[in-house]
């Protein structure tokens, strides 16, 4: 009887010291940061020059998959260009991203068509651009009434 328990002991103390360990460890992800690869401005009709931006360039799939998202910061003279090869109806939300956003939809000669203002963070509402766009320019949340931006202005660009 005592070798059965023995036994029974082991087998208890054997299967207790294989099973794996849950770790309760937080992983962090690394900051990403702003990455100045052009700059941008806004221009009314007449050519006049409404805001300036530093852009950071999103030209591939991946980059207009993920834009903005995980960012918890940026300043107001950033923005993100998205550039499309195609001008059609453009469709954009703020699923994983952090910072609220104005979200400025321009065609294919760069003339704004729609801005959707004060996008919320974290927010999957879609938010489409109302008319083909080709281009999409992401600023800061309220940027746009501060700089007076509406469809018509124009963007240009220069890549650094």
Aim: aromatic share 10%.
């Amino acid at each position: 009887m005592n070798k059965n328990i023995l036994i029974l002991l082991g087998v208890i103390f054997l299967s207790l010291s294989c099973q794996n360990t849950v770790r309760k460890t937080k992983v962090k992800s690394p900051e990403i940061h702003f990455k100045k690869e052009g700059v941008l401005q806004v221009q009314d009709s007449l050519g006049h020059t409404k805001a300036s931006f530093d852009i950071e360039l999103a030209d591939n799939d991946y980059e207009h998959q993920t834009g903005l998202m995980y960012r918890k910061q940026m300043q107001d003279n950033q923005a993100m260009l998205f550039l499309f090869k195609e001008e059609q109806p453009r469709y954009f939300y703020m699923k994983n991203t952090y910072i609220p956003l104005d979200i400025i939809y321009a065609d294919a000669d760069k003339q704004i068509v729609h801005i959707a203002k004060e996008a919320k963070a974290l927010d999957e509402t879609t938010l489409p651009s109302g008319k083909a766009a080709k281009y999409v320019l992401e600023i800061k949340a309220g940027l746009s009434d501060t700089y007076n931006l509406h469809p018509g202005d124009k963007l240009s660009w220069k890549t650094l």
